[in-house]
């Protein structure tokens, strides 16, 4: 698996999650917030365009690279910045036995 299937999954879950009337969202001492799953779902929606924006990023840099850079380049030493953002998106979710540690931003 890798990191943009690992988050399309976690984000599929937590969809799944506040659909099925599971999301308590707790303000002031655990008073339910109305409001939350529709904010949640948002959420959801938005840092999946993130992932699809972040991961054609990658992509398109990995073109130019391929067009105009005269050596390899080292992507640990030298993320691309698409790839720099769905580690940063993935690392809420660091403790799913899924999560790869070289993930980590």
Known sequence: ???VEFLRAQLDGDELFCEGA???C???GGLHDPDCPRRVLAEVAAKRR???LADEASGLD???DGEFRVGS???VAEPYIGDLIL???AAPYAGHPDYDARWRP
């Open 50 to 52: 993130i992932v699809e």
């Open 1 to 3: 698996m890798d990191l």
């Open 87 to 89: 580690r940063h998106l």
């Open 73 to 75: 380049r080292d992507p």
């Open 62 to 64: 990995a073109v130019v």
């Open 22 to 24: 599971k999301c308590r």
């Open 26 to 28: 707790g303000i002031d």
